[in-house]
């Protein structure tokens, strides 16, 4: 059985055509989740190759230790993407990686997992840590934050126009009772926007961001994507999944500045470049959006390491 029954994995056959170059290579699955795109690449690769899983996810160790027990090519790294320019300098394996493969994002096992506290569908304690064995909760966080530093998370990281409310309506409800579960903190948003008035549930801005902060996600993904220079290998190869256009902007301009010359006086390109774009954005193909609804604002780019 594989190990990734419980959630359908979103492009994995691109992914894998995206950073499969040399099949007896170095490769990265820096979002190794319950293993659906891992085991794509190992059944890709060649027997002299290895890949390394990333996950801070505690759920992930399960899936992740089974197919490191039936396959000798993988290892699993209990630790967030950022930590790999370390864990690679250790080894020795710095400029020696041939692709790697992020998948950004909430997995479908923790969305449908009430008590990770990710979901605004299901009622559960108020956590969204994706490691949960240290830094603070959104609960705990959302109970002692000033007002208006909630009200620029909301605006930053979720895009919500009405976070200046929001963040009223949350710190009224502490003032009354301490925010605890999901239910506590979609009402605070329900008191401000009512449902019905768009397709996009009017929590969802506010969750998106407030994991986003209490994860440190896209601060995470700037430093991982800067790393990618320093662990390719020259014709190595990153691939990006996102799910929203915060994540897949700072990605578009991340390789956009690194593939693009700089200029003289004159306007003329002087150095060499770090990067090459590979093809436009890739999006799921509509009987994957079929099967995987959540595949529907997947986007993938990919970039090449080329000096």
Partial sequence: MSLATEHI???????????????????VDATFGRGGHSEALLSRLGPRARLFGFDRDQTAT??????????SRFRFVPQDFAAMQAFFSERGLLGQIDGILFDLGVSSPQLDRAERGF?????GPLDMRMDQRSGLTAAEWLNTAEEKAIADVLYQLGEERRSHAIARAIVEKRNETPLATTQDLVDCVCSVIAQGREKKHPATRTFQAVRLYINQELEQLRSALTQTLTLLKPSGRFAVISFHSLEDRIVKQFIREHSTAEKDFFGNPVGPTALQRLGGPIRASRDQIVANPRARSAIMRIAQRVA
Avoid at 9 to 22: F, K, M, N, Q, S
Avoid at 62 to 71: F, K, P, T, V, Y
Avoid at 119 to 123: L, Y
């Fill in 9 to 27: 994995t979103v492009l994995r056959e691109e992914a894998v055509e995206a950073v499969v170059g040399d099949p007896d290579g170095v490769y």
């Fill in 62 to 71: 399960q899936s992740a230790m089974a197919l490191a027990e039936r396959d």
């Fill in 119 to 123: 979901s605004f569908q299901k009622n």
